[in-house]
């Protein structure tokens, strides 16, 4: 139980193209999720915290307009980097918080994105 | 600033042996502590979650909490290479949801 996905994997995109990650829960319902970002090396570095049905909450330094979220359903959630550029390239991770007040947050697998 | 401290390493054990890892946090109001598990190039995994004081174990692995002392560490009893990772500790504030992480321990188990 608990499984969340991203979607890509993996994305190699030119720079000022927009990328588009989805994260979603596949056996629980989410009221929360989280996007992180990691450098290699570093520890993760939270970007947002999204909440289903209304407007993510931005961590102070992350660009709202560079850095998308959508939450639209219990189990989705999208990340949108726009117009990237080269030093956008990172490992993001989403995960999910169970909507049933756990506290744990379950991990997908992560988006490596690089941008040329 | 709210903080998690951890030691980076490498921490270097051999095969067979305990492993033990801490993790400090600097804000009293911390009520939930995780410790994730962190391959080269993956995802975290949770190993384990804590929030009373005193010991968690699961299978290998005992978590140990001390709010008194602001402590939270993690042991690996019997480790064998495919523990060698990063260990992650997290700790969340009742109501925020949020994690701060450490940097993470870096852990080798030489076979």
């Known amino acids: 139980g608990a499984v969340v996905s991203q979607h890509p994997s993996r994305v190699i995109c030119k720079s000022g193209t927009s990328v588009k990650i989805e994260c979603r829960s596949l056996?629980?319902?989410?009221?929360?999720m989280f996007w992180y970002r990691q450098f290699p090396k570093k520890s993760l570095m939270l970007m947002a915290t999204?909440?289903?049905?209304?407007?993510?909450?931005?961590e102070q330094g992350v660009e709202k307009d560079k850095f998308l979220i959508n939450h639209a359903s219990l189990t989705l959630s999208t990340l949108t980097v726009t117009s990237a550029h080269p030093e956008d390239s990172s490992f993001y991770i989403c995960?999910?918080?169970?909507?049933?007040?756990?506290?744990?947050?379950?991990f997908g697998p992560g988006t490596r994105l690089l941008v040329l | 600033q709210k903080e998690v401290e951890q030691n980076s390493g490498p921490l270097s054990v051999p095969e067979g042996a305990i492993a033990s890892l801490n993790c400090t946090y600097s804000?009293?109001?911390?009520?939930?502590f995780f410790w994730y598990r962190q391959y080269s190039g993956k995802s975290p995994e949770l190993i384990m979650s804590i929030y009373s004081n005193g010991d968690k174990e699961d299978g290998r692995f005992t978590a140990q909490l001390n709010k008194a002392s602001q402590y939270v560490s993690l042991l690996i009893r019997d480790s064998q290479p495919s523990d060698s990772a990063t260990y992650l500790c997290a700790v969340s504030t009742s109501g925020t949801y949020k994690y701060i992480f450490g940097t993470g321990t870096r852990l080798k188990v030489l076979a």
């Open positions: 056996d629980f319902q989410a009221t929360t």
């Open positions: 995960s999910a918080r169970p909507i049933l007040g756990e506290e744990t947050q379950y």
């Open positions: 999204s909440n289903e049905g209304s407007k993510a909450t931005y």
């Open positions: 804000d009293r109001v911390s009520q939930s």
